[in-house]
């Protein structure tokens, strides 16, 4: 598959929000489904393009948006597990239909270049338990687990495991 990795377009930013939302949802990512509460945040794209970096991979030729992923440094809104010298990648998705064309790993590819353009020693991210194809493609990647990270966004809510790849 020709893609081109991009900034979110303005007029595009509902879009994302909702392939993102939709990705979640149909892999059974949210505890509560479509009441859960962080379905609103996913759907958020305007929001996370405001104060992260909102990157799609765009179909070569249609330029239609496949996948996207917001990178942040630390010290930026939505880097959460970030420390100083690192960048992390939040809320990466791909569109069920475009699975298994390469989308996500050119996203998390994208995301470690920006990295080290920003002169950063780490990219990090959290990832929930059940998220085992992507967790394969991080180790593929170079991405070792960090479980002294693991950590909970919620009381009860069970723990997010974390990934760190040097740069």
């Known amino acids: 598959m020709d893609l081109r990795i991009r900034l979110a377009l303005p007029d ?3 879009a994302v929000g909702e392939l993102t939302a939709r990705a979640y949802l149909e892999d ?6 479509e009441a859960d ?11 996370r393009a405001e104060h992260a970096e909102m990157l799609v991979a765009a179909d ?9 992923v917001a990178f942040a440094a630390y010290g930026e809104e939505y880097a959460e597990i970030a ?20 989308v996500g790993e050119a996203l998390v590819r994208a995301c470690a270049e920006r990295a080290r353009e920003r ?3 780490r990219l990090v991210l959290s990832s929930h338990r059940r998220m085992r194809t992507a967790h394969r493609l ?15 966004p919620l009381e009860g809510y069970p723990s997010l495991i974390t990934f760190a790849l040097e740069l």
């Open 83 to 102: 420390e100083e010298g690192d960048g992390e990648f939040r809320m990466l998705a791909v569109a069920p239909g475009s699975r298994g064309r390469g």
């Open 37 to 47: 509460s962080y379905l609103d945040r996913l759907r958020d794209a305007r929001h």
């Open 12 to 14: 595009e930013l509902e």
């Open 119 to 121: 002169g950063l020693r």
């Open 60 to 68: 070569a030729a249609s330029d239609r948006a496949l996948g996207a």
């Open 138 to 152: 991080y180790e593929r990647l170079g991405f070792a687990r960090t479980p002294e990270k693991d950590w909970s």
């Open 28 to 33: 059974d990512l949210l505890d509560f489904g």
